[in-house]
């Protein structure tokens, strides 16, 4: 069973540009979660997607960023116009939900965006 | 706000056992994780403690006082592999975790 997939793994933007992650959560997880990883810091929530609704996007910055999880494909985390305060570890997690009740998140391997 | 506190570093020997405390203030609480992380690498899931007491998995265990605020992670018979960073996390009552800033701890021969 293949775990959660990022890609890229490495994404090198100039300011300005759009930034586009993709996560794959694990096979039979309908629940996808978005965190922020600064140099030194924990990894911060942003945004907590099921298929085709955006559930909790209080993490979020409300301008540049925006996230959807649609019915087929991967969850995709936009940024527009990366400014170099992006710079950092996003990472995707996934979880199943039993009995009304939402189970362990388990990590992808993240993508470093590094702006210039 | 949340908010959890653990040590930045922390050093042992291989072989010896390091207790890694993580105590806790949030608003709600549903759950404390452990991941660990090694560098440029995925959290992957350690242990899971949501009632007081101890949880045994092989070498690691994870101990939960929720009227303390307070967990710890328990390293037996450190091995190299085990040098990492490891995240104590909080689930509030629905479902967001939130992170400390992570203990890296240091394995030396």
């Known amino acids: 069973n293949a775990g959660v997939m990022q890609n890229p793994r490495h994404l090198v933007r100039r300011r300005g540009q759009e930034a586009r992650l993709r996560c794959s959560p694990m096979k039979g997880h309908s629940h996808v979660y978005w965190y922020r990883q600064l140099p030194e810091e924990g990894l911060k929530f942003m945004v907590y997607?099921?298929?085709?609704?955006?559930?909790?996007e209080s993490g979020m910055p409300k301008e540049r960023f925006s996230a959807e999880f649609p019915k087929e494909g991967p969850s995709i985390l936009r940024i527009q116009q990366v400014v170099r305060g992006d710079s950092a570890a996003y990472f995707c997690?996934?979880?199943?939900?039993?009995?009304?009740?939402?189970?362990?998140?388990?990590f992808g391997p993240g993508t470093r965006l590094l702006v210039l | 706000g949340q908010n959890i506190d653990q040590p930045t570093e922390m050093t042992a020997t291989e072989g010896a056992i390091v207790q890694i405390n993580c105590t806790y203030q949030t608003s709600g609480f549903n759950g404390l994780f452990w991941y660990q992380q090694h560098a440029g690498e995925a959290p992957t899931f350690l242990s899971y403690?949501?009632?007081?007491g101890l949880e045994e998995k092989g070498r690691f265990s994870s101990f939960l006082s929720r009227s303390k605020g307070y967990s710890y992670l328990l390293l037996k018979e450190l091995q190299m592999k085990d040098s990492a960073s490891y995240l104590c996390?909080?689930?509030?009552?629905?479902?967001?975790?939130?992170f400390g800033a992570g203990t890296t701890v240091t394995v030396r021969a």
């Open positions: 403690n949501v009632l007081d």
């Open positions: 997607l099921q298929k085709e609704n955006i559930i909790d």
């Open positions: 997690a996934s979880s199943l939900q039993r009995e009304g009740l939402l189970e362990t998140q388990y």
């Open positions: 996390a909080v689930r509030d009552q629905d479902y967001k975790l939130s």
